[in-house]
């Protein structure tokens, strides 16, 4: 996981409806604490402020490292928010990404071929 720094841009995992944000909006670290929060900063287009909120690392994942000016890759994206979830849900990631898997590459042979299975839709999508 990459480990969140002053300016970075994070992402958050989850709603702070108190604050009006979503999961998904991005903002800036501008302060960093001791006890290993974080305060960040939402703004708008116009670069107003929309909110200031201090957070825990478990909240957000990092998708822009400002010391290397770079974006994170989607797998690296993909990888620090599994870092965040149970083990439990770690295997319906997997299941999942085999399914997409598994469709996209058996898509062609079980077009007809008879006894030829067709990807099993993982639980998650399911519930």
Same mark, same amino acid.
């Given at each position: 996981?990459?480990?969140?720094?002053?300016?970075?841009?994070?992402?958050?995992?989850?709603?702070?409806?108190?604050?009006?944000?979503?999961?998904?909006?991005?903002?800036?670290?501008?302060?960093?604490?001791?006890?290993?929060?974080?305060?960040? *900063?939402?703004?708008?287009? =116009?670069?107003?402020?929309? !909110?200031?909120?201090?957070? +825990? &690392?478990?909240?957000?994942?990092? @998708?822009?490292?400002?010391?290397?000016?770079?974006?994170?890759?989607?797998?690296?994206?993909?990888?620090?928010?599994?870092?965040?979830?149970? *083990?439990?849900?770690?295997? =319906?990631?997997?299941?999942? !990404?085999?399914?997409?898997? +598994? &469709?996209?590459?058996?898509?062609? @042979?079980?077009?007809?071929?008879?006894?030829?299975?067709?990807?099993?839709?993982?639980?998650?999508?399911?519930?």
């Amino acid at each position: 996981m990459t480990e969140p720094e002053l300016f970075d841009v994070i992402e958050l995992l989850a709603d702070l409806p108190e604050h009006n944000l979503r999961s998904g909006v991005q903002g800036a670290i501008v302060e960093c604490y001791p006890d290993s929060t974080w305060e960040v *900063e939402f703004s708008n287009q =116009e670069g107003e402020t929309l !909110a200031l909120c201090r957070l +825990s &690392s478990e909240q957000f994942i990092v @998708v822009w490292k400002a010391k290397t000016k770079t974006w994170l890759s989607v797998s690296e994206k993909i990888a620090a928010t599994i870092a965040h979830l149970s *083990e439990e849900r770690r295997r =319906e990631v997997l299941d999942f !990404a085999r399914f997409l898997y +598994s &469709s996209r590459h058996l898509g062609n @042979v079980h077009s007809g071929l008879p006894g030829s299975p067709a990807p099993r839709l993982p639980l998650l999508l399911l519930s």
